[in-house]
């Protein structure tokens, strides 16, 4: 069992930033690691993933705007966001691939004036 440990979150203004970062309780490498997230209402959506090589996805509502990062001896990942708009409000749920599918318990953002 892996537990995924995140960590950040919170209220910010539009246009504003946070950073999300999430640590894999695991002595294995994980995978892949990346972030998703549910809107209230809506289907829980992927938002950016990386793998251990260094691969990214990124959903195009979040292209330029946010950046996953990872630091594989921490088996830690990281996401910064910026330019934030209010429809990225959402839980953001970690997640990792080790032959198996692991998540967070999830952090809200929230982005209002």
């Known amino acids: 069992q892996v537990r995924l440990v995140e960590s950040g979150g919170g209220l910010v203004q539009p246009g504003g930033s946070l950073r999300l970062s999430c640590t894999a309780q695991s002595i294995y490498s994980m995978l892949e690691m990346g972030w998703y997230r549910q809107a209230p209402g809506k289907e829980r959506e992927l938002v950016a993933t990386l793998t251990m090589i260094g691969n990214t996805n990124y959903a195009d509502s979040v292209k330029g705007r946010f950046s996953i990062s990872r630091d594989n001896d921490q088996n830690t990942v990281h996401l910064q966001m910026n330019n934030l708009k209010s429809e990225d409000t959402a839980v953001y749920f970690c997640?990792?691939?080790?032959?198996?599918?692991?998540w967070g318990q999830g952090t809200q953002v929230t982005v209002s004036s």
């Open positions: 997640w990792a691939n080790y032959y198996s599918n692991f």
